[in-house]
């Protein structure tokens, strides 16, 4: 048999195979913490985060490949916490959301971008079945009673600041019973956590700047996917997606915030000095 028919098949095949890897879809690799409800859980497949960006890597013709990182110990809260931004950095995935704002990259700064944000997020009340408050009164409505927080959380200092008789529990869940059992009358709560839970914050309750942050989705500096992820966040969130998925998952606040936590609002609320 001549060389040449005797490789064809091989030539053939080797043809084949780079065609179908030069037509496959470029995946969108998304760092999402396995059990983080209401943001993702991986054993249901679900969550906010989850599904939006399942529906932005379809709308940039991409694949949506969750890349599933493991949830931070007990204690971590919103200044100490479980975010993939490391991996991100490694490439072991393409953008991590859910980063609320500039103070949560610390030293990580320079090497990640963050688009606009596409929700809002704060420390609520949880105090059934409380309509509304306010925080210079929360001392007042809660005088001899306790207000439950989780362990050296930027909740439990602000409490602490604002003169409330806290209870410290060790989760968010704790937190949640310890109102629910009657071992606390009210909870300041990260809201997230709170969805998660199923559990609906004070209604009409503004939280001070120091207690609020507005989520964005992270890129590495410079990734062009960044302005991608811009343009198809804003669609989705004129076609109404996001504040559907924010319903389906209990996320309370869509729209961000005009002014957010900063070094300066945390001093405010009298912690870390004047």
């Not at 602000?158 to 529990?169: C, I, K, P, R």
Request: proline share 9%.
């Amino acid at each position: 048999m001549p060389a040449a028919r005797r490789h064809a098949p091989l030539a053939l095949a080797l043809a084949l195979l780079l065609s179908a890897a030069s037509s496959r879809a470029e995946e969108l690799r998304v760092c999402l913490v396995e059990d983080d409800l209401p943001r993702a859980h991986r054993a249901e497949g679900t969550g906010f985060d989850h599904d939006l960006f399942r529906e932005a890597a379809d709308r940039l013709g991409r694949d949506f490949v969750p890349v599933w990182r493991p949830k931070a110990p007990p204690y971590s809260e919103i200044d100490d916490t479980d975010l993939p931004l490391e991996a991100l950095l490694e490439r072991e995935c393409d953008l991590a959301p859910s980063v609320p704002g500039q103070l949560a990259l610390g030293r990580l700064a320079g090497a990640i971008d963050l688009g606009p944000p596409y929700y809002a997020a704060a420390f609520e009340i949880y105090m059934p079945p409380l309509e509304t408050v306010d925080w210079a009164d929360l001392p007042a409505a809660l005088a001899g009673r306790k207000v439950a927080v989780r362990l050296q959380s930027l909740a439990h200092f602000a409490a602490q600041a604002a003169g409330l008789d806290w209870t410290s529990q060790p989760s968010a869940a704790d937190v949640v019973h310890a109102v629910d059992e009657g071992r606390a009358a009210a909870a300041l709560i990260f809201g997230p956590a709170l969805a998660g839970l199923g559990k609906d914050p004070v209604n009409a309750f503004e939280p001070p700047p120091g207690l609020r942050f507005n989520e964005h989705a992270a890129v590495r500096a410079g990734d062009p996917l960044g302005d991608e992820l811009a343009r198809v966040l804003d669609e989705l969130r004129s076609d109404g997606t996001v504040a559907r998925l924010a319903a389906r998952y209990g996320i309370f606040r869509i729209e961000p915030f005009q002014t957010v936590s900063s070094p300066e609002a945390i001093r405010a609320l009298g912690i870390g000095g004047p």
